[in-house]
């Protein structure tokens, strides 16, 4: 349909400037959150006094601590370089306009279709559809992302050379082939939970806000400035929440894509990090993720929405 091939164009014309700049100014950040989910990450041992022995003495055992954020930070910047935080934003730039163009079209078009099959506009649709645009957009972009991690998590020393984005895949393929592009699919998959919930939780709010939007009686019809700022708020809390619930399949992912690791399977790295680290450790990264996803995500949704509304407005 026209309308669904203008989602498409606008919104990747837009994400080569938008989105673009925002992957430039968040790329340290996403940094941050892949070098503090990968399993490379050095953990300081802390000595921790263990009480209750059978003689009634205390036992001091050593117990691993994260490194904070500005720790790893700290680290970066005195052993690689500023340059370092910057690792892996080629593949970013590559692939932000097309993933949100190829999520929000699939999106939209999914949506078409799941509300002549469900009841329209119910959550069983914004759910199906949000599952499914992120189903394709996943299945097509892992290659561009799996580049991403691997960039980020190369650690070279100042001054040493470091693979650009055209090496990585090379060596990717030589060392792994193709299905080495597809490593962490799974964990992506299951990351389509976020996405759902995400979306579940803000169409539902949209239409709180709509609804409250028709009962003002100086209502015109039509959308204002607060209106879309009412959704970005709706975003941003949507987001905050998915992102907090679904977050382990971020570090599963990381881990999966390590290269040489360990680490082979959805299950069975699940199960090495819960028992080796904690299940804290499904929750290293977290802070970078949120500070860098909800403000974008926010941005994102409304801008669609602004798309839609002036497609759907009827012409002069």
């Not at 992302?145 to 998590?153: D, G, P, Y």
């Not at 904690?278 to 993720?289: C, H, M, N, T, V």
């Not at 996803?293 to 002069?316: D, F, G, M, R």
Request: hydrophobic letters at 40%.
């Amino acid at each position: 349909t026209p309308n669904f091939a203008y989602t498409f164009i606008y919104l990747f014309l837009l994400g080569i400037k938008e989105l673009s700049v925002g992957a430039i100014v968040t790329c340290p950040l996403e940094v941050l959150k892949t070098r503090l989910q990968s399993s490379g990450l050095t953990l300081r041992p802390v000595f921790q006094v263990q009480l209750g022995t059978v003689h009634g003495a205390g036992v001091i055992r050593p117990g691993p601590v994260t490194p904070s954020l500005l720790q790893v930070l700290r680290s970066i910047l005195e052993k690689e370089g500023p340059s370092s935080l910057f690792r892996g934003l080629g593949p970013n730039l590559v692939g932000v306009a097309p993933s949100r163009a190829i999520y929000f079209a699939s999106y939209s078009k999914s949506k078409e279709t799941f509300n002549n099959i469900f009841v329209p506009n119910s959550g069983v649709v914004h759910m199906s559809s949000a599952g499914f645009a992120a189903f394709v957009t996943n299945s097509l972009m892992n290659p561009v992302w799996m580049v991403k991690t691997r960039m980020q998590l190369e650690k070279k020393a100042r001054g040493e050379k470091k693979m650009n984005a055209l090496q990585c895949a090379r060596y990717v393929y030589r060392t792994e082939g193709v299905r080495g592009f597809y490593r962490g699919l799974t964990a992506s998959y299951a990351g389509i939970s976020e996405t759902m919930i995400c979306f579940l939780i803000y169409e539902t709010l949209k239409k709180h806000l709509a609804a409250g939007r028709l009962a003002t009686p100086a209502d015109n019809g039509g959308k204002g400035p607060s209106d879309f700022l009412s959704l970005m708020v709706a975003a941003a809390f949507a987001k905050g929440c998915a992102s907090c619930i679904a977050y382990p399949h971020e570090v599963i992912r990381t881990r999966l894509r390590e290269e040489g690791s360990k680490y082979k399977y959805f299950f069975q790295t699940a199960r090495l990090v819960a028992v080796e680290e904690g299940y804290a450790a499904f929750y290293r990264g977290l802070i970078p993720q949120l500070i860098r996803q909800i403000p974008n995500t926010a941005i994102v949704l409304s801008t669609y929405e602004l798309i839609v509304h002036l497609l759907s407005q009827p012409s002069k």
